[in-house]
């Protein structure tokens, strides 16, 4: 909070100094100043760089043990069978049903559906030391589109108790290998005052006044509000079923780079990166 207020009245000061001030004849500063300004503006397209990631998150728990599979920290908590058959699974926005088979006694593969269509897939394949595992994905929520893959790799934070499966325990990211290029790029353009994006096949053309604006090919019902909190500073509050999902605070600096901190809301987790105009 208090790094927010001190970003914002920062920005406004320079802010109130540019709009009282008259040039002379012959004085160059405009130039600079609108050569800033367009340094520091939102429009163009951006990517994502994977090797800025500062990643801070609570561990995640699963359990693989007796035919069932469970995550205790997913929202709601999941319980279903793993014998690779897909079974129905309420309350989630993004799939309705989800299978999940044991590879070996390293590997689970699960896989998400909603209705008929496939919307993700996820292997996990934990190391042979058990303190490590590689997690590959694949993105395909959004119709029409390019799949995103992604791979990350993830470190044991509790083990997993006896008899369970090698993926059973509490894991948390520690880096983020790779995403395809359709997962790091998005697109913004100001046009007075409304922000529009667009990215992996989503859209959204927002006022900056903080009112709730849906979201083009979202098909889990999430909202967006965006605020302008500085010349420099957007703020994206994504929203579901009226509750607070996560924050993205982007700041753009006079380096033409921009700064992102992006806090889940559910899980209390947060990263940051920087992204560069492409």
């Known amino acids: 909070m208090t790094r927010t207020v001190l970003m914002l009245s ?28 367009a340094a520091t503006s939102i429009d ?12 801070e998150e609570k561990p995640y728990s699963l359990l693989l043990k007796d035919g069932t599979y469970s995550c205790s920290t997913c929202e709601p908590p999941l319980t279903v069978a793993a014998d690779g058959a897909f079974h129905a699974v309420p309350d989630r926005p993004y799939y309705d049903s989800i299978s999940v088979k044991t590879v070996d006694d390293k590997t689970v593969m699960t896989v998400r559906k909603k209705g008929d269509r496939i919307v993700g897939e996820t292997t996990r394949t934990v190391a042979a030391d058990g303190k490590s595992m590689t997690v590959n994905a694949s993105d395909s929520s959004t119709p029409g589109t390019t799949p995103i893959l992604s791979k990350a790799t993830e470190t044991r934070v509790e083990s997993a108790p006896a008899g369970a499966h090698a993926i059973s325990g509490s894991w948390k990211t520690a880096k983020i290998d790779s ?3 359709e997962g790091l790029k998005v697109t913004f353009r100001l046009d007075g005052e409304t922000l529009n994006m667009n990215g992996a096949g989503q859209s959204y053309a927002a006022k900056l006044d903080g009112s709730d604006t849906p979201i083009k090919g979202d098909i889990g019902g999430t909202i967006v509000s965006v605020e302008r909190v500085a010349p420099n500073i957007f703020r994206e509050t994504f929203k579901r079923d009226g509750k607070v999902r996560s924050v993205n605070t982007m700041t753009i600096g ?16 947060s990263s940051r990166y920087t992204a560069t105009r492409q």
């Open 44 to 55: 163009g397209t951006w990517k994502v760089d994977l090797a800025s990631a500062q990643i």
């Open 179 to 181: 995403v395809s290029d």
């Open 10 to 37: 920062s920005a406004m000061l320079l802010i109130v100094a540019g709009c009282n001030r008259q040039d002379a004849p012959g004085n160059d500063s405009a130039g600079e100043m609108n050569q800033s300004a």
């Open 254 to 269: 006079e380096d033409g780079k921009m700064s992102i901190l992006s806090e889940d809301k559910i899980r209390t987790g």
